[in-house]
């Protein structure tokens, strides 16, 4: 249940005065490129996340410090490359293991996509720590936003409030939601996600997640990625579809 890489960035800590979130719309296309984390064009600073989920975290950040809790971004946009490099990378440990190629994927995807299926391309995405708790050896734990874990506090806060400003907790902890293990670091900002969502699944993966650099990827594509796209990319919070 360890999350061992992921990008450490701070968010600053600045004043942002709140705005109402823009109506829901579907009339702005993204391209492919956005869409699989290979083109950060959308990325603030190309760093992040986009600048609307910048802003919206601001308001969210500035709230929740009135509560001594400072929710703080150590993962947001994540690219094609290092998706791959994370999938690639754990694909070679299990197949040290002689699992096989069903066997692997299982393993992956508990807490990792396949590389062009991240909603961490998107820049809409983010995982959040507390900074103002105790620094974990660890941060990305289920252990450390329940119950004594130094994160708890936050989950209680970003539950009741956090759809305020437009972010949901992606895969919640249900028994009928399937996909992913609950991720309760993980929000997406909905206003844009779903969008961004909504034309990703048009988009023709058979033939774009193909790819030779990206081990297993064509037992993946042939063989599981129907059911992934049902269970896993559309295995979130139903306020996201």
């Given at each position: ?132 708790a ?22 209680l ?56 650099k ?28």
């Amino acid at each position: 249940m360890k999350r061992r890489n992921f990008i450490k960035q701070s968010a600053k800590a600045i004043a942002f005065c709140m705005v109402p979130l823009p109506e829901f719309t579907y009339q702005k296309a993204y391209t492919q490129a956005q869409l699989l984390g290979k083109n950060n064009s959308l990325i603030l600073n190309k760093s992040i996340v986009q600048k609307e989920t910048y802003n919206a975290f601001l308001s969210l950040k500035n709230a929740a410090a009135k509560e001594n809790i400072n929710p703080q971004i150590v993962s947001g946009y994540r690219s094609y490359l290092r998706q791959q490099q994370i999938w690639n990378r754990k694909y070679n440990r299990y197949k040290a293991k002689g699992l096989s190629e069903t066997a692997i994927i299982k393993n992956i995807t508990q807490y990792s996509t396949f590389p062009g299926t991240s909603r961490h391309h998107w820049g809409t995405d983010i995982d959040i720590i507390d900074a103002n708790a105790k620094r974990p050896k660890n941060l990305l734990l289920t252990e450390n936003y329940y119950e004594d874990g130094p994160y708890n506090n936050l989950r209680l806060w970003m539950e009741e409030h956090a759809a305020t400003y437009g972010f949901i907790m992606t895969y919640p902890n249900l028994t009928d939601r399937p996909g992913f293990l609950h991720e309760p670091w993980h929000f997406s900002y909905a206003p844009t996600a779903k969008k961004m969502l909504h034309q990703y699944t048009k988009l023709p993966l058979n033939n774009l997640l193909k790819n030779k650099k990206v081990l297993g990827a064509d037992f993946f594509v042939e063989n599981e990625l129907p059911t992934y796209l049902k269970n896993y990319v559309l295995g979130i919070h139903k306020e996201l579809l």
